[in-house]
Each structure stands twice: as C-alpha cells, then as structure tokens.
C-alpha cells in the first residue's frame, strides 16, 4: 500500500505543479487574461473525459498497464513543458496533464484497492484522498519555493525535479505486483474475452443510493473543486494584483496552506460523526470563500492567510467523508465506478471557476466575480445542509441495520450440542 501511495503522491504533485507559473508564462508569451483562462481550462476539459472513458475502460485494459501509460504522458507533458519555446507548446503540456491525471486518479483507487484486504479498504480510501491533498498542495508550494530563491531559469529548473518525481513514481509502480485477474496465468480466456467484448462507458451509480450520493457525496466534492479551483487557478494573479505582493512562493503557500493543510486536518479527532463532520467541513469551507473575498477588498493579506486556513479545514473534512460515503454507499462490485463518478464530479467543478470567471470578466472586475461565484456556491451549501437533515436518518438507518446483522448468530447445524438442545 505505501509503495502506491507514494506513486499517488508524486502523481498529484504533478497535477498542480504548474499553478505558480501561470504568471510567468503570461509575461513571456504576451498572453491575455483570456488565454490564461484558456490554459487552466484546458486541463480541466481533457481531464474529464479521459478519467470517465478510463474509468469505465480501465479494468479491461489493466489497471497498472493504464496506470503505466498515465505516468508516462505526465512525464511528457513535463519535458515538453520543460523544452517549450512557443505558447501552442504550453497548451499542449496542459492538455496532456489533463490526459495524464484523468487517466491515472481512478485507476489508482481501484489498483490500491486490489493492492489491500478487504480489511484495509476503508482505510486505503481514507489515505488516498489525504494523499492526493498533500500531493496537490506540495505541487506549487514547490514550484513556488525554486522560482522564487532560486533565481535560474525559473521555467526550467522546476521541471527537472518534477522529472525525477515522477520517475520514482514510475520505479515504484514498477515494484508492485499486478493482481489483475486477466493477468495471472490461467486466465487467458478470459483476457481475451474482456479484450474483445466492449464495455459501455457508464457513470455507474447504483439506483438505491443515487439520491443520496448525488447530494451528499457528489455535490460536496463539486462544490469543493469549485471553491479550490477558483484558489488554484486564479491565486497567483490575485495574489499580485490586489494583495499587491511580488513573492512568487507567496500563491504556492497559499495552496500549501489549502491543500496539505486540509489533508492534514483530515486526521483531527474532532466532530468524528460521519455526517456532521461532512456538514462542518462544506460550512467552513464557504466561510473560508468569502474571508479570501473579503480580504480582497481590505487589502489584508493575513485576512487572505487566515481565510485559506479556514478553508483548508473546510475542504479536509468535506474530501475526506464525501471520499468515504462514495466508497461505503455502494456494494463492493459498484465501488470503482462510483468512485470514478465521484472523482468526475469533482473534476467538473474545476470548470465552473474557469468559465464563470471568465464570462464575468467581461461585466466586472476579479474581484467582484469572485462575489458572484461564491454567492451561487453558497446557495449548494445551503441545499446540501438541508438534505443533510434527510441523509442523517438514511445513514443512521443504515448502520443499525448493518449493526443487526452483525450480531445476529451464526446457525450451527442440528448435530452435536446444538441438536440436544433443539430436542
């Protein structure tokens, strides 16, 4: 299990390792706000339907051969990022980001499940979405450290060491048995019954729980790509522009601070009931929204430091119990799928920030769009605080039937002991 969480770990750092430089690159190739839109956003596009063709494809395919190739192409789109000499070659290392960590973040889940026991599930599901957290923060914290105190070649220097990261995760990957059953020996039928039948590509959410996981799993991890991707994609420039800082490491922290330290706050021992603690994290994770908002028009930047934190907290929770109730909701066959679902309603939330932000651009500042977007996130907070009110007894009906079974005896055979006492 460690061995893959680390591939995980290196593969996030890479996802968001690019954040700090969007300045950089907008400097240099003369680009507009728009085509730095543009940039984020095509991440985000290629993602989404690479992890749900992927995600429904996967297993047929081989999850550490899938896995293989994801590594691959994110070591590509480094070393094109590295060598890049025009703006076309920029855009396409994001595309090939997207491809790479659509192709790689549900894959991952179901190989690290395959990797664990049945006893370990609940537990390997936590440590991947704490890892993807720190991974995702570490990324331009990194980035944001090299650029800033280095001083050398600072569109360059950066992708050497993301180079060397995400060839220890493919080293790792390596060094890990694949347990795929259309991989074993005797299986060969079966591989090329799986290789020739297609598979439909499906969201796969089981009926019984669709209502529930739509609203208090799916909705929960939306709004938080949301709220972080706003963070992600426009912290850099509103860190200059209105906080009015020229520390490069200061966005890269900023994210540190969000994304290691919600994963970080995942592990506090505080609020432990599943559902309130879901309820806690997506309030704080708005109250947070609107301090960073806020900051904006004061000026302050330990208003914007402490605003991120409260975020962060916000956001550890919220991933952490969505992430738990998308693998416990469905039954064990169900659980891949749901978890790719899961992962796709995230990532979707990556492009509302991109596209709102820049369809508000044309009728107010930054500043106030970011007001809009967090007032219509805030009116799916209030939604899913309402139906926490019917999830609650779902849930609670559900463990005490779960809790019954488990306690009622095993029948013993009317034979022996048993069967003198049946008589």
Do not use: C
């Not at 070393?79 to 991952?108: C, D, H, K, N, P």
């Not at 994770?285 to 430091?305: C, E, K």
């Not at 978890?339 to 991109?354: D, M, Q």
């Amino acid at each position: 299990m460690k061995r893959m969480l680390w591939v995980i770990l290196m593969m996030s750092i890479g996802a968001t390792f690019t954040s700090p430089l969007f300045p950089l690159y907008q400097e240099r190739y003369q680009l507009t706000s728009l085509q730095i839109t543009i940039l984020f956003a095509v991440y985000a596009l290629f993602l989404l339907p690479s992890l749900l063709i992927v995600g429904s494809r996967g297993s047929g395919w081989g999850l550490k051969r899938v896995l293989r190739a994801s590594i691959w192409i994110s070591i590509l789109a480094t070393l094109l990022f590295m060598t890049s000499q025009q703006a076309w070659m920029v855009y396409a290392a994001r595309i090939l980001e997207g491809v790479a960590y659509g192709t790689f973040t549900g894959t991952a889940v179901a190989f690290l499940l395959k990797q664990s026991s049945k006893e370990q599930a609940k537990k390997a599901i936590t440590l991947s979405g704490i890892t993807v957290s720190v991974g995702f923060g570490l990324g331009p914290a990194m980035t944001g450290l090299v650029i800033q105190y280095l001083h050398f070649m600072p569109l360059r220097v950066p992708f050497w060491l993301l180079t060397l990261l995400l060839a220890s995760a493919w080293i790792g990957l390596e060094t890990l048995k694949d347990q795929d059953f259309m991989t074993k020996k005797g299986h060969a039928k079966a591989a090329k019954t799986a290789k020739t039948v297609p598979v439909p590509i499906s969201l796969g959410v089981p009926d019984p729980i669709r209502s529930h996981f739509w609203s208090f799993s799916a909705l929960p991890i939306f709004t938080l790509f949301t709220l972080n991707g706003i963070i992600l994609s426009l912290i850099p420039s509103f860190v200059k522009s209105v906080i009015h800082t020229s520390n490069l490491s200061v966005s890269g922290l900023l994210i540190l601070l969000l994304l290691g330290g919600g994963a970080l706050m995942q592990l506090a021992p505080i609020v432990k009931q599943p559902v309130n603690r879901l309820r806690f994290g997506i309030l704080l994770l708005s109250v947070g929204a609107w301090l960073v908002v806020f900051s904006g028009s004061t000026g302050s930047i330990s208003l914007l430091w402490f605003g991120v934190l409260i975020q962060a907290i916000g956001s550890g929770w919220t991933f952490q119990i969505s992430l738990q109730l998308a693998g416990e909701l469905p039954d064990l066959d169900a659980r891949p799928k749901v978890i790719t679902t899961f992962y796709l309603a995230g990532y979707s939330g990556f492009i509302v920030p991109i596209v709102g932000t820049g369809a508000l651009s044309y009728f107010f500042d930054l500043h106030v769009s970011l007001i809009v977007l967090n007032i219509l996130a805030s009116l799916l907070v209030l939604y899913m605080l309402a139906y926490s009110v019917r999830f609650a007894r779902y849930y609670h009906n559900r463990k005490a039937v779960a809790a019954e079974g488990q306690s009622l005896p095993v029948p013993k055979s009317p034979s022996g002991k048993a069967a003198a006492e049946q008589s």
